[in-house]
């Protein structure tokens, strides 16, 4: 394993290396609780990799100044070109869904079914299918052009250069709010961003298929509504899908 892991290392392939040895573990503890064998101890990560980097906190947008992003996308459509109303869909659908950026900038109009998003599996960091829902009202956001990764951005430090974030920041700011509002929803705001289930044993997770549809839908609907009244979202959205 650690001959493999440096390959990846080298290629820097970092998320790959956590993904697997995540997944390996999972594996071990799943046949120590079905009792399939024991006595298997898997090495700490850091200890078969010492040099491999750590997790840094991605940056999340003070909530302060949600008010002030969606001022500037305004100011941006009503002063820009087409490509600015592009990018700024896209950003603003990023916001929305709590997606990570890369399932969102490649999606497609027929991935969304009814109010659903369903994103498939090779976009997805676990390698399983989400979904996501869209609240009736931003459904034509999901009908953009697709963009690249480097391009959003590097648009976002030429656009929003002033504001302290990053994309992946969104969703840390979608559960912090919703987490503050609806604290007894944690396992649905943790599918929300696709982070499957907390199980006391680890082995319900293989057995485990709810979805949290319903709460999904409460939750997306529910985060919606706090943009609209606390934020110009309005305005922006008539600018932007008329």
């Known amino acids: 394993m650690r001959d493999a892991f440096k390959k990846l290392q080298e290629q820097g392939k970092f998320g ?6 995540a997944f390996v573990r999972t594996i071990l503890k799943f046949g120590e609780n079905e009792q399939l064998f024991s006595g298997v101890h ?10 491999l980097k750590k997790c840094v906190p991605r940056k999340m947008l003070d909530p302060q100044l949600l008010p002030a992003l969606i001022n500037r996308m305004i100011d941006i459509c009503q002063n820009g070109k087409k490509q600015d109303h592009k990018n700024v869909k896209i950003i603003l659908l990023l916001l929305l869904t709590a997606c990570r950026a890369n399932e969102i900038i490649k999606v497609q109009p027929t991935e969304l079914v009814a109010n659903w998003l369903i994103i498939p599996p090779e976009r997805m960091k676990a390698k399983k299918e989400h979904r996501v829902y869209i609240p009736q009202q931003i459904l034509p956001l999901v009908n953009h052009e697709n963009t690249s990764l480097s391009q959003l951005n590097y648009y976002k430090k030429v656009k929003f ?74 305005h922006l959205l008539k600018i932007l899908l008329k």
């Open 16 to 21: 790959s290396i956590k993904a697997t040895y």
């Open 161 to 234: 250069a002033d504001f302290s974030f990053d994309f992946h920041g969104f969703r840390s700011l979608f559960l912090t709010i919703m987490f503050e509002k609806f604290p007894q929803m944690q396992d649905a705001l943790s599918a929300c961003l696709a982070h499957g289930k907390n199980h006391s044993n680890e082995a319900d997770r293989f057995y485990n298929r709810y979805q949290f549809d319903k709460e999904k839908e409460f939750l997306y609907c529910q985060w919606f509504k706090y943009l609209m009244i606390n934020t110009r979202l309005e």
């Open 42 to 51: 898997l090495p700490e990560l850091q200890n078969l990799l010492p040099g």
